[in-house]
C-alpha cells in the first residue's frame, strides 16, 4: 500500500494541472482547525509522520490529500541503503507495523536536488514543509554533528521546520546521542548554524527534537531540560518503540513498533511533556492514532499538532479526512471554536 500510494502520487505529479481536481474528495477544511505553533501557520493539525515520503517524491500531493503539514526524510548527510529486506512488517490484528528501515533515503544533495526541482515549478509551500535529519549509519558518535549539519545546510531553504532524530531504533548507537552531554552539544551547533544561514530579515528555522517513547520519565525530564536550554521549538512525541507491549502475540521481530499499540505510551509522554514544559514548548503528538478520537486525546493531553503513518498504511487516504472532520465534530461537541482552545485541557486529570 505505502510504495503504491507513493507511485501512484508521482504519476499524478508529471500533470500537475490535473491533480488537484482529481485529488479533490480526500480535502476537508473548516476554519475551526486553523492552528499556529513554533510561529507557523497551519490550516490543520494533522501531518503527514516522517517515513512515509523519505525523499519527498509526493510532497506537493499532501496538501491535496488533506494534511495541513507533511515532514520529510529522514535525511542523511550520505545517501544510503538502510537495513537488508524484509525490513517492514504488519501485525494486521494489533494495528500495528514493525519496521527497521534504516534510514534508507537520496541522502542530502539528491534531496536537495529534488525540493530544487519542485520550487522552480511553483510546486512546494502549500503546507508547512518539515524536513526530518538524523545520522548516517556509518558514521561514528564522535562525528554525529558534523552529520547532522550536512543536511540542515544543504536543505535550509526548503524547511519551514527541522527535526532533529536521535530517537530510532533501527540506527545502531542512535538513541545514545540523547544522553545529556550529547543532546546539549548536538543542539548548541545545530543553534549556532541555524542562526549563521537566516537571512537578516528573517527568524532561523524552528528546530524540534524528535524522542524515544522507551525513555524513562527521569531521563525525559533530563531530555526537556537540555531542550528549554537550547530553545528548541517544539518536540515530537514519539518516535517507534522497541518495546512488544500490548501485541496481541509475542514476536521477536526486531525493529521499531508504530501503531495502535504505541497509542497509550505516546499520549503518556504528551501530557507529561506538556506539564513538565507548563505548555511552552509545542508538542506534534504522534503514535497510535486513527481515529478522530485518537487525535482529540493527543490534544487534549497537549499536543498542538498530530501525525499519522500507520493508519494510512492501513485505511489509506481517506482517513485523513474522517479525522479532521470528526475532529470539528469533538470540538463543537465540547464548545471549543477553535482547536487550539483545546491542546492540554485534559492533562491534569491524569
Same mark, same amino acid.
Given at each position: 500500500?505505502?510504495?503504491r500510494l507513493?507511485a501512484?502520487l508521482?504519476?499524478l505529479?508529471?500533470?500537475?494541472?490535473?491533480?488537484?481536481?482529481?485529488l479533490?474528495p480526500?480535502?476537508?477544511r473548516?476554519p475551526a482547525l486553523?492552528?499556529?505553533?513554533?510561529g507557523?501557520?497551519f490550516?490543520?493539525?494533522l =501531518?503527514l509522520?516522517?517515513?512515509f515520503? @523519505?525523499d519527498?517524491?509526493?510532497?506537493?500531493?499532501?496538501p491535496?490529500?488533506?494534511f495541513?503539514?507533511?515532514e520529510v526524510?529522514t535525511?542523511t548527510?550520505?545517501?544510503?541503503l538502510?537495513n537488508p529486506?524484509p $525490513? +517492514?512488517f $504488519?501485525l494486521?490484528?494489533?494495528?500495528?507495523?514493525?519496521? #527497521?528501515f534504516?534510514?534508507?533515503?537520496?541522502g542530502?544533495?539528491a534531496?536537495r /536536488?529534488?525540493?530544487a526541482?519542485l520550487?522552480?515549478r511553483?510546486l512546494l509551500?502549500?503546507v508547512?514543509?518539515g524536513?526530518?535529519?538524523?545520522k548516517?549509519a556509518a558514521t561514528? &558518535?564522535?562525528s554525529?554533528?558534523a552529520?547532522?549539519?550536512?543536511p540542515l545546510?544543504?536543505?535550509y531553504?526548503?524547511?519551514?521546520?527541522? *527535526?532533529?532524530? *536521535?530517537s530510532?531504533?533501527?540506527?545502531?548507537g542512535?538513541?545514545?546521542?540523547q544522553?545529556?552531554?550529547?543532546?546539549a552539544e548536538?543542539?548548541?551547533?545545530l543553534?549556532?548554524?541555524n542562526?549563521?544561514?537566516?537571512?537578516?530579515d528573517?527568524?532561523? @528555522?524552528?528546530?524540534?527534537?524528535? *524522542?524515544?517513547?522507551?525513555?524513562?520519565?527521569a531521563e525525559?525530564?533530563?531530555?526537556? $531540560?537540555?531542550?528549554?536550554?537550547a530553545? *528548541?521549538?517544539?518536540?515530537?512525541?514519539t518516535?517507534?518503540t522497541v518495546s512488544?507491549?500490548? +501485541?496481541?502475540?509475542?514476536t521477536? /521481530?526486531p =525493529?521499531? +513498533?508504530?501503531?495502535?499499540?504505541? #497509542?497509550?505510551?505516546?499520549?503518556d509522554?504528551?501530557?507529561h511533556?506538556y506539564l513538565?514544559?507548563?505548555? @511552552?514548548?509545542?508538542i506534534?503528538?504522534v503514535?497510535?492514532i486513527f481515529?478522530?478520537?485518537d487525535?482529540?486525546? @493527543?490534544?487534549r493531553?497537549?499536543?498542538s &499538532?498530530i501525525?499519522?503513518?500507520?493508519a494510512?498504511?492501513?485505511?489509506?487516504?481517506f482517513?485523513v479526512r474522517?479525522?479532521?472532520?470528526? &475532529?470539528v $465534530?469533538?470540538?463543537?461537541?465540547?464548545?471549543?471554536t477553535?482547536?487550539?482552545?483545546a491542546?492540554?485541557t485534559?492533562?491534569h486529570?491524569?
Amino acid at each position: 500500500t505505502h510504495e503504491r500510494l507513493l507511485a501512484l502520487l508521482e504519476a499524478l505529479l508529471a500533470h500537475p494541472a490535473v491533480f488537484p481536481s482529481l485529488l479533490a474528495p480526500f480535502r476537508y477544511r473548516h476554519p475551526a482547525l486553523a492552528t499556529s505553533a513554533f510561529g507557523l501557520r497551519f490550516a490543520n493539525p494533522l =501531518g503527514l509522520g516522517a517515513g512515509f515520503d @523519505k525523499d519527498g517524491r509526493a510532497i506537493p500531493a499532501w496538501p491535496y490529500l488533506g494534511f495541513g503539514f507533511c515532514e520529510v526524510g529522514t535525511v542523511t548527510a550520505m545517501p544510503q541503503l538502510g537495513n537488508p529486506r524484509p $525490513r +517492514l512488517f $504488519r501485525l494486521p490484528k494489533d494495528q500495528a507495523l514493525i519496521n #527497521r528501515f534504516g534510514f534508507n533515503n537520496a541522502g542530502a544533495e539528491a534531496t536537495r /536536488e529534488r525540493l530544487a526541482g519542485l520550487q522552480e515549478r511553483g510546486l512546494l509551500g502549500a503546507v508547512p514543509l518539515g524536513i526530518n535529519i538524523g545520522k548516517s549509519a556509518a558514521t561514528p &558518535l564522535e562525528s554525529a554533528t558534523a552529520d547532522y549539519l550536512r543536511p540542515l545546510e544543504l536543505l535550509y531553504p526548503f524547511a519551514a521546520y527541522f *527535526v532533529v532524530n *536521535v530517537s530510532s531504533p533501527n540506527t545502531p548507537g542512535l538513541r545514545d546521542l540523547q544522553q545529556p552531554q550529547r543532546l546539549a552539544e548536538l543542539l548548541l551547533r545545530l543553534q549556532e548554524r541555524n542562526r549563521a544561514l537566516a537571512s537578516p530579515d528573517a527568524s532561523p @528555522k524552528p528546530l524540534l527534537l524528535k *524522542v524515544a517513547p522507551d525513555l524513562t520519565l527521569a531521563e525525559l525530564d533530563d531530555l526537556l $531540560r537540555v531542550a528549554l536550554d537550547a530553545k *528548541v521549538a517544539g518536540i515530537i512525541a514519539t518516535n517507534t518503540t522497541v518495546s512488544r507491549e500490548g +501485541l496481541s502475540r509475542p514476536t521477536t /521481530e526486531p =525493529g521499531g +513498533l508504530s501503531g495502535l499499540p504505541l #497509542r497509550p505510551r505516546s499520549t503518556d509522554f504528551v501530557r507529561h511533556i506538556y506539564l513538565r514544559t507548563e505548555g @511552552k514548548l509545542p508538542i506534534i503528538g504522534v503514535g497510535g492514532i486513527f481515529s478522530a478520537d485518537d487525535a482529540y486525546a @493527543k490534544i487534549r493531553a497537549g499536543a498542538s &499538532l498530530i501525525q499519522i503513518y500507520t493508519a494510512l498504511v492501513y485505511e489509506g487516504p481517506f482517513v485523513v479526512r474522517r479525522i479532521l472532520h470528526g &475532529l470539528v $465534530r469533538l470540538l463543537h461537541a465540547d464548545g471549543f471554536t477553535r482547536i487550539g482552545e483545546a491542546v492540554g485541557t485534559d492533562a491534569h486529570r491524569s
